[in-house]
């Protein structure tokens, strides 16, 4: 999936302006050179001529800083290193973890969004790649994986 529609999905979802988008992403690395313009050209519409494509190293310090936001910083471990290459099946990953998402609770996502998913079939999207059970995550997964995720955190209204 594009990295602006993961992070205009997450924007929505959590009604987040433009410069709290910035504020969790500097959780992970204050240095980071990010401003208010950027997101605002990274939610704009592709055939838009101010939009911008979000780069993999920005959509993972935003992720991992939802993980800081809502779930706190623990000092006394190190600072994990920010994924080079974002991926699906990451987005999943960090979404879970920020949201303290159980197997039911991932279920119950995708149930509401209309995608009902097995057992076998989630696990299997949270291994390593290099595990013979692994799956990559496809777009339509993730999409309705966001849908649910926007339906539980917003309401159905």
Known sequence: MI?????????????LSDIKV????????P????????VQAFV???DDPDYVECSDRVLA??????????RGRNDSLPARPVEKRVTNNLV????RVAFELKDVDLHD??????????????????????????RACG????????????LRVRGSS
């Open 3 to 15: 990295n602006n529609d993961v992070l205009r999905s997450i924007r929505y979802m959590l009604d």
């Open 22 to 29: 910035v504020e969790i992403a500097k959780l992970v690395d």
């Open 31 to 38: 240095a980071l050179p990010f401003e208010k313009a950027e």
């Open 44 to 46: 704009r519409r592709e």
């Open 61 to 70: 310090h935003f992720l991992d800083g939802l993980v800081i936001y809502f």
């Open 92 to 95: 999943l990953k960090k979404l």
């Open 109 to 134: 996502v995708f149930a509401v969004a209309g995608f009902p998913i097995s057992k076998p079939e989630l696990s299997a999207l949270f291994r390593q790649p290099g595990h013979h059970n692994y």
């Open 139 to 150: 777009d339509q997964l993730l999409r309705n994986f966001l849908k649910g995720l926007t």
